[in-house]
């Protein structure tokens, strides 16, 4: 069955979310779950099916390994994708770093610099060769709607990605590609990184909002409701302060407004 055999580390909204989306369109899927978050997966491992709703594909998806086993995981497939907050890139990292062989490609999803840490974690447990990618924010806006069930509202368009090491491009471009169209590389990894939004956006978003998010007890819509005028202007200087860096180190970065655009939101 499938295209592809996938491995997807993580459990959460995202994660799940792609697993659907990727199995829906014929690949053959192994979901990872961290043992220190296994109660996400309890119900998924039991009905091996995720409901997707949306505006993408629609219905059970199937998903072909749901574990906690990283050697089972990594056995499955040689493609990785780690899809979890960045807090959790590192202990993830030490999860699968024993089983880890050269042949394996891990994308991170969004990377947000996590593909350096990674490989310096990774490095430690001897492994030559491996090719780490990343990508600049996550390829859909969507959420877990239940133990086994995610919605999809809108698919990122051009997706950007960096590759460590950077000669490795056109090589994981050629595995990304039939997964997540018209998806675009950066010079490395950096760039990539540097390149996210997330960082710019959600914290200054979730401060001047502290107040409406605690008493909505979980129901705040971030882009409707928390990025007002006032907001922006926030987000926009602390952008500029990137775009600072990255022009320190050589890059031409593009302003948060904009690359939101290109990313499909906002008036075309």
């Not at 629609?58 to 998903?63: D, L, N, Y």
């Not at 990894?189 to 540097?194: D, N, P, R, S």
Request: hydrophobic share 40%.
């Amino acid at each position: 069955m499938g295209e592809k055999k996938i491995t997807i580390l993580g459990g959460g909204n995202t994660a799940f979310a792609v697993a659907a989306r990727l199995s829906h369109i014929g690949n053959d899927i192994c979901l990872l779950e961290h043992p220190d978050f296994a109660e996400s997966v309890t119900e998924l491992s039991q009905v091996k099916e995720i409901t997707l709703e949306g505006v993408m594909e629609t219905g059970p998806a199937q998903i072909t390994m749901v574990t906690i086993d990283p050697k089972e995981a990594l056995d499955f497939s040689d493609l990785l994708l780690l899809i979890v907050p960045a807090y959790a890139h590192r202990p993830f990292a030490e999860f699968v770093g024993p089983y880890l062989q050269s042949e394996h490609k891990v994308v991170i999803m969004p990377g947000t610099l996590g593909s350096m840490e990674f490989a310096a974690v990774v490095s430690d447990f001897g492994i030559s060769g491996l090719t780490i990618a990343e990508v600049d924010t996550a390829p859909y806006v969507c959420r877990k709607t239940s133990a086994t069930g995610a919605i999809i509202w809108g698919e990122i368009t051009g997706l950007g990605m960096g590759v460590l090491p950077s000669h490795k491009t056109k090589y994981i471009e050629e595995e990304i590609a039939p997964l997540f169209p018209g998806i675009v590389s950066y010079r490395d990894v950096l760039e990539c990184g540097l390149s996210s939004m997330n960082p710019v956006v959600h914290p200054a978003g979730v401060l001047m909002n502290a107040g409406r998010i605690e008493y909505s007890r979980g129901e705040f819509y971030f882009y409707e409701e928390g990025v007002s005028k006032s907001v922006a202007t926030v987000i926009e200087a602390v952008d500029s302060e990137r775009m600072a860096v990255g022009k320190a180190l050589g890059y031409d970065l593009i302003p948060v407004g904009e690359s939101f655009h290109k990313a499909g939101f906002g008036p075309r």
